[in-house]
């Protein structure tokens, strides 16, 4: 059972910055990936950023390309999303996922963290 616990969310103007962080409990295999999703208010789940433990792959959503980054932090279990640029369509609730087999589904889930961007 993997445990994960985001941090990082608050109150940022448009233009600005924030890293959202997640911790594991233990990383899955290296191949295996960790992923970033976000629900706005009256809509679905939908995906952001996901990259593998190793490293070695990340895939983007076309509406934060160029604007968002995510990275890992081996020694300390952890998964990081660095937001540049936000605008207010930004905001929603921040969920990391993990998934335990490469190419596998997302089967553990953080509680989320919200981001509201004000214009």
């Known amino acids: 059972q993997v445990q994960l616990r985001e941090t990082g969310g608050g109150l940022v103007q448009a233009g600005g910055s924030l890293r959202l962080s997640c911790a594991a409990s233990?990383?899955?295999?290296?191949?295996?990936?960790m992923a970033w999703f976000r629900q706005a208010p009256g809509k679905g789940r939908v995906f952001v950023a996901a990259?593998?433990?190793?490293?070695?792959?990340?895939n983007y959503a076309t509406s934060v390309k160029g604007r968002f980054a995510i990275s890992t932090d081996h020694a300390k279990n952890t998964v990081y999303l660095q937001m540049n640029s936000l605008k207010p369509e930004d905001t929603a609730v921040y969920y990391c996922?993990?998934?335990?087999?490469?190419?596998?589904?997302?089967?553990?889930w953080g509680q989320g963290t919200q981001v509201t961007v004000s214009s």
């Open positions: 996922a993990a998934a335990v087999v490469p190419g596998g589904a997302y089967l553990y």
């Open positions: 233990e990383r899955t295999d290296s191949s295996a990936s």
């Open positions: 990259i593998t433990w190793s490293g070695d792959n990340t």
